[in-house]
């Protein structure tokens, strides 16, 4: 089965500066990989996604890279503001079908002022 | 927010006894997925329901069952509770043609 690992475990960065979570997986023939944040309280919420015919994919302040050679992406957060405190998980299809998926571990994000 | 919803929100059990917890799909959706989160772990996927059958299953024994309505709501079902099942249930709903799935807020159980 697929196994995903993700880095770092803590993040901590100044509001403004960038973030970037970064995580493997070993199945080569997955193909979509989406990420999640998760407040306190709350339930995971997808915020963006990447399949495997694409390398970049943005919206607004946020990024997902994908290697699909070394098997691994990257969430990447862009003029980061303390609403980006969060715990983040990436993760990876457990099937063909695509729609159940091995997360990380996750990634406590927090943004200092 | 997504349309996912799911009850109760908290649940205290003893060792032993069961429980059942339930998830309302976004409408449009036609999977339920149910995952179990511990405490600074991610999701595990439990199993997974499309069409009222079991699509799937993670590494979880059988006294974790569940069920698909017709309107797509769906419960799971843990037998002869123990210690370790304290976590958070997440419920997730998509479409059988589609990767994207969009949780619901979580029961929390709490089993002493």
């Known amino acids: 089965g697929e196994n995903v690992e993700q880095h770092p475990s803590t993040l901590s960065v100044q509001e403004g500066d960038s973030a970037v979570i970064k995580c493997t997986y070993s199945?080569?023939?997955?193909?979509?990989f989406p990420w999640y944040k998760q407040e306190l309280g709350k339930g995971p919420q997808l915020i963006i996604d990447?399949?495997?015919?694409?390398g970049e994919k943005k919206d607004q302040r946020i990024a997902v890279t994908l290697n699909k050679t070394a098997k691994h992406f990257s969430l990447h957060i862009t003029e980061t503001q303390p609403e980006d405190s969060a715990v983040y998980f990436c993760a990876a299809p457990a099937t063909i079908a695509g729609n159940q998926f091995y997360f990380g571990t996750g990634t406590s994000l927090t943004v200092i002022p | 927010e997504t349309g996912v919803t799911q009850s109760p929100t908290h649940l205290i059990k003893t060792r032993g006894q069961q429980v059942t917890l339930r998830c309302s799909s976004q409408?449009?959706?036609?999977?339920v997925s149910w995952y179990q989160q511990a405490l600074g772990q991610g999701p595990q996927f439990i199993f997974q329901?499309?069409?009222?059958?079991?699509?799937g299953r993670g590494n979880f024994p059988p006294r974790f069952s569940g069920l698909q309505f017709p309107n797509y709501s769906s419960e799971l079902n843990v037998n002869a509770l123990e210690l370790d099942d304290s976590a958070l249930y997440l419920c997730?709903?998509?479409?059988?043609?589609?990767?994207?799935?969009?949780f619901g807020p979580g029961t929390r159980l709490t089993v002493l």
């Open positions: 199945d080569s023939a997955s193909n979509y």
């Open positions: 990447i399949r495997s015919n694409v």
């Open positions: 329901y499309y069409r009222e059958e079991e699509n």
């Open positions: 409408s449009g959706h036609n999977t």
């Open positions: 997730a709903s998509g479409l059988w043609v589609g990767n994207e799935q969009f």
